[in-house]
């Protein structure tokens, strides 16, 4: 069966600084990845997606970014993290032929 | 734009009453539908994915329907338990990207 891991599950970083989310996929092969952040009181927002290796579209301008260095590793960084930045990110896999979504555990982040 | 809505926004209910969670959606091209439940700090759980070529599927005390033309899908869970207080979140899936609603936050009171 397929899981979804990502790690850590909470952090908390100043403002400014480094930021480096991992989310892995097992189970499964050529998966759609996603990166979702959810803020406080408002609902979940699409940042990423890739459908391959390499391959990033972004849906919002921001300062965050993301990678895809192997076929189910999908990363969220930044260089210099923002207060607005806070909030619950989750990743997201789906399939290629009907793309029904799983969901990972996500990651609490607090930028103070 | 797909834009997706919840209505209500919170419910809550005796336990055994049976719920009825809407959900509507701007923009009938779409692939699927999904409905999904969250417990508090936790991530999402899918319950049920609903083809656009399908009217409703159902699994176990949960039953979804879908009207593409309309625009519209409702959740029925049936004798609702404790166990089931969570937000039930409403996606839909155009071009490989989902679109979710704000959600409804259900309380089932023993």
Do not use: M
């Not at chain 1, 790690?7 to 930021?19: D, E, K």
């Not at chain 1, 390499?54 to 210099?80: C, Y």
């Not at chain 2, 899918?46 to 009217?55: D, N």
């Amino acid at each position: 069966s397929q899981t979804i891991h990502q790690w850590p599950a909470t952090l908390v970083q100043p403002v400014g600084s480094p930021l480096s989310l991992e989310c892995t996929v097992e189970g499964t092969s050529n998966p759609n990845l996603y990166w979702y952040r959810q803020a406080a009181g408002r609902g979940l927002q699409l940042l990423f997606y890739s459908v391959g290796i390499g391959q990033i579209s972004s849906e919002v301008p921001q300062n965050l970014s993301a990678s895809r260095p192997q076929d189910r590793q999908f990363i969220l960084s930044s260089k210099k993290l923002l207060l607005s930045d806070s909030g619950f990110y989750l990743c997201a896999w789906g399939g290629q032929y009907d793309n029904e979504q799983f969901f990972g555990p996500g990651t609490r982040l607090t930028v103070l | 734009k797909q834009e997706v809505t919840q209505i209500p926004a919170a419910l809550s209910v005796p336990e055994g009453e049976n719920l009825v969670l809407n959900c509507s959606f701007t923009d009938s091209a779409i692939y699927n539908l999904q409905w999904f439940r969250q417990d508090p700090g936790k991530g999402l759980t899918s319950l049920l994915l609903i083809q656009s070529s399908q009217r409703e599927q159902t699994s176990g005390r949960l039953n979804a329907s879908l009207d593409k033309s309309s625009g519209r899908s409702t959740l029925y869970i049936a004798a609702s338990q404790p166990g089931d207080s969570a937000t039930y979140l409403c996606a839909v899936n155009g071009d490989y990207k989902l679109s979710f609603g704000a959600g409804t936050t259900v309380t089932v009171r023993a």
